[in-house]
């Protein structure tokens, strides 16, 4: 695992990542009126910030900050 952070081998992370990537690609092809962009937008932030959360908690120093980050 040279090279990588530890979080980078955790399947959740992994799949979270694989989930975000697929939540932009859809919200790429949806066409809608322009007051509803505020809405793809967050769904988007919202997809991205579930591995940036497990990454975080993962660099925490004690296992307790990690499963904070899980409930």
Do not use: H
Request: charged share 25%.
């Amino acid at each position: 695992m040279e090279g990588k952070f530890s979080f980078e081998g955790l399947d959740v992370w992994n799949k979270s990542v694989d989930f975000s990537i697929q939540i932009i690609q859809l919200t790429g092809e949806i066409k809608l009126r322009q007051k509803n962009y505020r809405l793809l937008e967050q769904l988007e932030a919202c997809s991205a910030s579930i591995p940036a959360n497990i990454a975080e908690g993962k660099g925490g120093t004690l296992k307790k900050n990690l499963y904070n980050f899980f409930i």
